[in-house]
């Protein structure tokens, strides 16, 4: 485990908050997986958050884990180095992270190479094998070993393709839906409680005088 100083005041409260949400189950879980996934003779690591941590922080089990979930001779990272110099160790980490997010997983579930190497935030490294396995399974292309079970399925989208014929064809609609409206015309239209204005002279009509009488304040007894 990297070596950190002493945490005071608020970032200790929000580190505990942080280990707080690490899952000792989960990482049971994970470890079966990754180990069973990997094909390879891992090695189980003891139980605990900072055995797990030890046994990821120099980035070879995560290189070996998301090139397992690629065919031969397509894995994303085709040498990984079990140097013990720590930028090889934080670069590898951060091989593994580019190479998950163009396996699909999202930005938002990816975790920083710091909440690995230096055991920052190992809740959200679980959060983010999490997220990887469920892409796994939602790919269901072969590569994936363990039971489905293991993982939520991500719903996928549902995409409808179109000919260039039936593209062209609902852009001929739209033109006629919006030529329907030619030589419309707004003469004889006004606004609202505006009287209309003659058809021959173009003036406002005239008001007719009637002799009905006029009542309200000006009326004279």
Known sequence: MANRGPSYGLSREVQEKIEQKYDADLENKLVDWIILQCAEDIEHPPPG?????????????????INSLYPPGQEPIPKISE???????????????????????RTTDIFQTVDLWEGKDMAAVQ??????????????????????????????????GFSEEQLRQGQNVIGLQMGSNKGASQAG????????????????????RTNVPHHGLYEKK
């Open 49 to 65: 958050r900072a055995h797990f941590q030890k046994w990821l922080m120099d980035g070879t089990v995560l290189c070996k884990l």
């Open 83 to 105: 140097s013990k110099m720590a930028f090889k160790q934080m670069e590898q980490i951060s091989q593994f992270l580019k190479a998950a997010e163009t396996y699909g997983v």
């Open 127 to 160: 959060r983010t094998l999490m997220a990887l396995g469920s892409v796994a399974v939602t790919k269901d292309d072969g590569c994936y070993r363990g039971e489905p079970s293991w993982f939520h399925r991500k719903a996928q989208q549902n995409r409808r």
């Open 189 to 208: 239209m006004t606004g609202y409680g505006i009287p209309g204005r003659s058809c021959r002279t173009g003036h406002l009509p005239l008001v007719e």
